[in-house]
């Protein structure tokens, strides 16, 4: 109590001195629309590219608002790829891939705090030390072993080797063990197994890290590049990412407003659900730095 | 008496350790059911891949033929001799060090000022934000469009301050920062909210003291604000070297590797011999150079972070 009766008043000095400082605030100010025209304005290029028709798009200077804006980018992008095809591949391999993520995540995490195991901390350290060995550098033998199983060109050739987590284990340990111990212990009275107490208990008390880390998963697989990349070679099983890079490289002679049309196709969904999820994202990415 | 009545005090005791130890075991096998999946991927995904990428490094193979030939070191001793292979060393460590120091010197600026009370920071959070969540590769095509040295966004400013934009992703001195462009522009908001984490993280009270003490603006940063954050920024050096030898997806849309070799870096040179050259052995060096360079630069952080950094 003490302590805070202190330390009051000098808390509101310290902001009333900021406050009177208009110099500083303007600055600020300026610093903020300066990040924010950095930021937005690429973005806001973007958009408005995909509503140019094709000669505005190469005229010259450049126009900063669309003077005829059309629809028409989005049709003929819609049609010059399967794009149709291409939200398919990507709903299945972000849902199965994050949904397995999700679940050793949960699973593994639970296994770690609250149950007994031989060396489970040594345990730990193998899954966490996966962390440190990029993806990109087990490409090569993991095509190897995708295809002695069959699986290029499939869904399960894109999802399958990035099935297992180590963020996920790790951040949901961290915050498993803040639980309040009382509660699991009286559910264990009750004679509820682990998988009851797992289900009933932790689910529910851990939603805000597990929606935070189901996001950040969801997210990456959506934008995963690379491994899609090299296990696919037909068109009917490119993913979003993949799918708008080879139309940039099959329009030869880009019109820029189709392609910027097709960039929104793959961003636009990522963006809904950052509006609407934010901050359990931002919660997610935070929370590995701060307490880890 | 007294051996009828130790004995079955004897067996209650072992019968008990008896119970103890299956309820053990029952927890040992749900462990393993639960964490075993996870392992086993990991095992089959991560680590096997590993051992074999370094096998694969002492071989010349063409990822046909049926049989691989023992080279021994040959293809590190090729690669190493190789002027080419040292300027893709060289664009690694370019693009690496030139990203991870402006996404963290820029990012303490801006997270800095956002910390600051200002209307409408919440929003700008957000929006500083964004990118890092949007796909890499939808992101490096609207900069090719950006970058455009006619019709782009770019050149307008070029302009108005009188000067000629560069043909950026066709000359091989513009490329390279070119790329860094965008990946600092993507990812300098994952910066920005790991340092807003830390600076929240650290104790107000630090601050109220060092005022009372008449510090000035500058030594308060000096002096509380940098050792306050010190975790998170060796913390934040480490993710974004580790994210910056992985980058693929902005180069390989942007360019290619090219013009010539001025963006191609080792993860972008592993592709590259890997599956459009086929030649497994020459990918597998890039793939061990690549870890070993990772691994050297973790363990350094971490011996450093034990040492050095000021747990607040």
Known sequence: ?292 | MQLSNSLPKSEVINTRRRQTSASERREWLLFALLVGPNLFLFGLFTYWPLIYNTYLSFVRWDMLAPVKIWVGLGNYRFLFASPGFAKILSNTVVFTFASVLLTCALGLLIALLLNQPLAGRNAARSIVFSPVMLSGAAIGIVWIYIFDPRYGLLDIFIRFVGLRSPNWLLDTNWAMPAVIIVYVWKNVGYAVVIYLAGLQAIPRELYEAALVDGASAWARFRRVTIPGLSPVIFFLVLTTILAGFQTFDVIKVMTDGGPVDATTTLIYYLYQEGFVGFNAGRAGVAGVVLFVAMLAFTIVQMRYTERNVNYA
């Open chain 1, 1 to 292: 109590m003490q302590i805070i009766t202190i330390s009051k008043p000098q808390v509101i000095s310290r902001w009333a001195g900021q406050r009177n400082n208009w110099f500083a605030i303007g600055l600020g100010y300026v610093g903020m629309l300066l990040c924010l025209l950095i930021i937005g304005l690429p973005v806001y290029w973007m958009i408005i590219g995909a509503f140019k028709n094709t000669q505005e798009v190469y005229r010259i200077p450049p126009t900063w608002i669309p003077a005829e804006p059309t629809l028409a980018n989005f049709g003929n992008a819609w049609n010059s790829a399967p794009f149709g095809r291409y939200y398919i591949n990507t709903l299945i391999t972000t849902i199965f891939g994050s949904t397995f993520e999700i679940f050793f995540a949960v699973t593994s995490a639970y296994a770690f705090v609250f149950l007994r195991f031989p060396k489970k901390d040594w345990l730990f350290l193998v899954l966490l030390a996966t962390l440190m060995v990029p993806g990109q550098v087990t490409i090569l033998p993991n095509f190897l072993t995708v295809s002695r199983l069959g699986w290029v060109n499939s869904y399960q050739g894109i999802v399958i080797p990035g099935a297992s987590v180590a963020y996920g284990t790790f951040l949901l340990r961290q915050y498993y063990r803040t639980l309040p111990i009382e509660i699991l212990d009286a559910s264990r009275v009750d004679g509820s197994g682990h998988l009851r107490t797992l289900w009933a208990i932790v689910l529910p008390l851990a939603k805000p890290a597990i929606v935070s880390f189901a996001l950040l998963s969801i997210v990456s697989k959506w934008n995963d590049f690379l491994w899609p990349l090299i296990v696919t070679n037909t068109r009917d099983m490119r993913v979003l990412p993949i799918g708008i890079y080879w139309l940039l490289v099959e329009e030869g002679t880009i019109d820029w407003g189709v392609v910027m049309a097709g960039t929104l196709f793959v961003v636009l969904p990522v963006v809904l659900v950052f509006l609407y999820a934010q901050r359990y994202i931002v919660d997610g990415i935070a929370a590995g730095a701060v307490k880890g």
